[in-house]
């Protein structure tokens, strides 16, 4: 095939995959997360990462130890996996529960008792969506993907035929088990993060990286 004309085929589909919001999901105040109830639009995140939110004043300084419960993978019927596999589920979830103890660690002493001065923190994943094969990471190069991609870059927002993750976070005091904060939120890779582009679940993990870098932010 000539190669133009492969690089307006594939154009095209950048560009309609750009257009129609292609495998792109919105998280929502999912209905059988406890805290569901409790959370509203976040109308101070112009970004569109963490769309509801319920905070208290909290003074996250006086807290110095953490439990961190295993993942859940939320099997409720608005849950947003599409098709994708359990086992691959699995994966996203072991992950997401490295990557937030290992940034945990470094802020707070990670204990299985409840205590004083002790967080609990509960992380449900709720949905993700894989890269498109090899098209994700083509359309970094294609002249119409480049263009959308780096629209998208400046804006901080998701690239073409790229995954990511959903999932929701509560922040509990362990003794008095009040909630303190919860916040449902999608992630996902810089839109010319090429690495992040290439394998199935790499634009979710990388996702989940950047949540727990943010969750980080929000507890310093």
Same mark, same amino acid.
């Given at each position: 095939m000539?190669?133009?004309?492969?690089?307006r085929?594939?154009? !095209?589909l @950048?560009?309609?995959?750009?257009?129609?919001g292609?495998?792109?999901?919105?998280?929502v105040?999912?209905?059988?997360?406890a805290?569901s109830?409790?959370?509203? +639009?976040d109308r101070?995140? $112009?970004?569109?990462?963490?769309?509801?939110?319920?905070?208290? +004043?909290v003074?996250?300084?006086?807290?110095?130890?953490?439990?961190l419960? +295993?993942?859940?993978? *939320?099997?409720?019927?608005d849950?947003?996996f599409?098709?994708m596999?359990?086992?691959?589920?699995a994966?996203?979830a072991a992950y997401?529960?490295?990557?937030? $103890?290992?940034r945990?660690?470094?802020?707070f002493a990670? @204990?299985?008792?409840?205590?004083?001065?002790?967080l609990?923190?509960?992380? !449900?994943?709720?949905?993700?969506?894989?890269?498109?094969?090899?098209l994700g990471?083509?359309?970094r190069?294609?002249?119409?993907?480049?263009?959308?991609?780096? @629209?998208?870059?400046?804006?901080?927002?998701?690239g073409?035929?790229t995954?990511? @993750?959903? *999932?929701g976070?509560e922040?509990?005091?362990a003794?008095?088990?009040r909630?303190l904060?919860a916040?449902v939120?999608?992630?996902y890779?810089?839109?010319?993060?090429?690495?992040?582009?290439v394998?199935?679940?790499? $634009?979710a993990?990388?996702?989940l990286d950047?949540?727990?870098?943010?969750?980080?932010?929000?507890?310093?």
């Amino acid at each position: 095939m000539d190669r133009s004309i492969a690089l307006r085929g594939l154009g !095209t589909l @950048v560009l309609c995959a750009a257009a129609a919001g292609c495998a792109s999901v919105a998280p929502v105040p999912y209905s059988e997360m406890a805290s569901s109830a409790y959370m509203a +639009p976040d109308r101070s995140d $112009a970004s569109g990462r963490v769309p509801y939110r319920y905070s208290t +004043p909290v003074d996250w300084r006086a807290y110095n130890k953490v439990i961190l419960d +295993p993942v859940v993978l *939320y099997r409720g019927k608005d849950h947003q996996f599409g098709d994708m596999s359990d086992r691959d589920k699995a994966t996203l979830a072991a992950y997401m529960q490295n990557s937030f $103890a290992e940034r945990l660690r470094g802020r707070f002493a990670l @204990v299985r008792e409840r205590g004083p001065n002790t967080l609990r923190i509960r992380l !449900t994943l709720t949905g993700a969506v894989t890269n498109t094969p090899v098209l994700g990471t083509l359309s970094r190069f294609d002249l119409a993907g480049a263009v959308y991609n780096g @629209v998208q870059a400046a804006r901080d927002g998701e690239g073409t035929m790229t995954g990511s @993750v959903v *999932y929701g976070v509560e922040i509990f005091d362990a003794a008095t088990a009040r909630l303190l904060s919860a916040y449902v939120t999608k992630q996902y890779p810089g839109a010319y993060d090429i690495k992040a582009s290439v394998g199935a679940l790499a $634009a979710a993990t990388a996702g989940l990286d950047k949540g727990a870098d943010a969750l980080m932010a929000q507890l310093n």
